[in-house]
């Protein structure tokens, strides 16, 4: 029995060390995994910073980017090279499969793909203090009216100005319930002379105007030219003045 055992276990070590063997020899014979190639390049122009990250096809295709300034996250699907010129603009940190980019100068950010060849492309505009200055100015703008009548022509059987099947009343109503809207969210108080598609006399025009004692009244029309034209009238004007005494 005691023999038969040591037979066995004889047996069962030369199966284990043929295992082994044949393991070890798989190992060796495997080659080391490939690293893709990524070619790194930049370029400046005024106050465009352009990152492109340039490889084969389908790897791109599958390479992951993240961008919130200052940082812009580069997943790949494998390990890979890179190649990258010498002084960048930006820090780079690497890892075995992923890049980030590290922006020193603050702008707005964009991404995209182009293909022949296949490259991760990332814009960044950097905002000239000229732009900053007028972003600066348009927000501190401010609507000091309160009170408007707005004043859409025409309507009803009255169409104004037809070219197909366009006609000046739809537009001019179309564009008085968009002032409106835009006026009422901010906080403004409007009057539209027609809602509707209706016709509205001149002089129901003028006593709804006057009615409302607007801070200001706009009235739309529509011309066959491409130009856009505001005409306005002064207060202090003898024909205005005469006008107010006519329609009071």
Same mark, same amino acid.
């Given at each position: 029995m005691l023999k038969s055992l040591r037979k066995a276990f004889l047996g069962l070590k030369k199966i284990l060390y043929i295992l082994l063997s044949v393991s070890l020899l798989t190992a060796v014979s495997l080659p080391a995994q490939k690293k893709t190639d990524v070619l790194l390049k930049f370029s400046k122009q005024g106050g465009l910073l352009r990152i492109v990250c340039e490889?084969?096809?389908?790897?791109?295709?599958? %390479? #992951?980017? %993240?961008?919130?300034?200052?940082?812009?996250?580069?997943?790949?699907?494998?390990?890979?090279?890179? %190649?990258?010129?010498?002084?960048?603009?930006?820090?780079?940190?690497?890892?075995?499969?992923?890049? &980030?980019?590290? *922006?020193?100068?603050? =702008?707005?950010?964009?991404?995209?793909?182009?293909?022949?060849?296949?490259?991760? &492309?990332?814009?960044?505009?950097?905002?000239?203090?000229? /732009?900053?200055? /007028? =972003?600066?100015?348009?927000?501190? %703008?401010?609507? *000091?009216? #309160? &009170?408007? &009548?707005?004043?859409?022509?025409?309507?009803g059987y009255d169409f104004g100005i037809t070219a197909g099947n366009a006609n000046e009343k739809d537009v001019c109503l179309n564009l008085a319930k968009e002032l409106a809207t835009a006026l009422s969210k901010k906080g403004k108080k409007v009057f539209l002379v027609r809602k509707v598609d209706q016709y509205v006399s001149l002089a129901d025009r003028i006593s709804f105007v006057n009615q409302k004692t607007p801070d200001m009244f706009i009235s739309f029309h529509v011309s066959t030219t491409n130009n856009f034209v505001i005409y306005n009238t002064k207060p202090e004007e003898h024909a205005s003045n005469e006008m107010r005494k006519s329609i009071s």
């Open positions: 490889s084969e096809e389908t790897f791109i295709a599958k %390479t #992951k980017a %993240t961008a919130a300034f200052p940082h812009i996250k580069i997943e790949f699907p494998e390990p890979f090279n890179l %190649t990258a010129p010498k002084d960048l603009p930006f820090e780079l940190i690497l890892s075995e499969k992923s890049a &980030v980019i590290i *922006l020193k100068e603050k =702008g707005e950010m964009k991404s995209f793909r182009l293909s022949n060849p296949a490259r991760l &492309v990332f814009d960044i505009q950097k905002k000239e203090k000229s /732009q900053e200055k /007028q =972003g600066q100015e348009k927000q501190s %703008t401010q609507i *000091l009216s #309160k &009170v408007f &009548v707005i004043d859409a022509g025409h309507g």
